[in-house]
């Protein structure tokens, strides 16, 4: 039997994150999605905050991921330690708030999801991802399906870790860099893979900033606090078709909702 999986590239500002309450639902009916995992940690522009969460919740997230800027909202860190849907990268130290990783029930199905965040290009001090999905693997049951979502700097890691894990996990999919990749595929072992899903956020935006704030940053001067693009909007992601015999992919579909 057929599942569908949506994953929701990286939501960027309250603009971005009302587009989503707008669009999200309807997908999920025209492609009659059973399970959403969005990227959640931009809507603060850097960080998430408990509110917006309870919004991702309520626009019809089943799972929200996090990255880099996890900790820039420190408000979050107690919704971490009792939210089950709510995950941080699980290479974070072990003294961080929350975990990276968990099982749910989904109907007939269950389903696991494990949060990464790479290290190459990322000034971020963090566990090796690969060494972490291993353990991660190793220790749990294997559920119907396993979802992850990697959040990089780096195309080589993102690709690197597919093939790792290929045969080993259903999907796999990048974010952090909000530029959507063009090369969704099922690979040779059967997992689903996109390098980046891009973001939810301004179309006339670099990475979801006012251009001009980013300019000015490459040009050497002072940009001072980023702020979010006007819109319009996009909503950017993925839709992968899973084997409930398998557990394996069969089909990868960008999405790009406007």
């Not at 800027?69 to 939210?83: G, K, M």
Request: aromatic content about 8%; overall charge negative; charged content about 20%.
């Amino acid at each position: 039997m057929e599942y569908r999986v949506l994953a929701v590239g990286d939501v960027v500002g309250e603009n971005g994150l009302r587009h989503l309450e707008r669009c999200l639902r309807p997908l999920k009916k025209l492609k009659d999605i059973r399970f959403t995992v969005v990227n959640g940690e931009n809507i603060s522009g850097v960080g998430l905050t408990p509110d917006q969460a309870d919004a991702l919740f309520a626009a019809g997230a089943d799972v929200v991921t996090l990255g880099n800027h996890t900790f820039n909202r420190p408000q979050i860190a107690s919704r971490l330690e009792t939210d089950p849907y709510l995950l941080r990268p699980a290479n974070f130290t072990s003294h961080a708030p929350g975990k990276g990783f968990a099982i749910w029930e989904s109907g007939p199905v269950r389903i696991g999801v494990i949060n990464l965040i790479g290290r190459c290009g990322l000034d971020f001090h963090a566990d090796n991802p690969f060494l972490t999905a291993d353990r991660i693997l190793g220790q749990w049951d294997r559920p119907t399906f396993t979802l992850v979502d990697f959040h990089a700097e780096a195309t080589s890691e993102k690709l690197a870790m597919s093939y790792y894990l290929d045969g080993r996990v259903s999907a796999l999919w990048g974010t952090h860099t909000h530029v959507p990749t063009a090369d969704e595929h099922v690979m040779e072992k059967g997992t689903g893979y996109l390098t980046d899903l891009g973001m939810t956020g301004p179309v006339r935006s670099v990475l979801g900033i006012r251009p001009e704030q980013s300019i000015e940053s490459f040009l050497g001067g002072l940009p001072g606090r980023y702020q979010v693009a006007p819109d319009p909007c996009c909503m950017q992601g993925a839709v992968f078709t899973l084997d409930t015999e398998t557990g394996l992919c069969l089909q990868v579909e960008r999405v790009d909702i406007r």
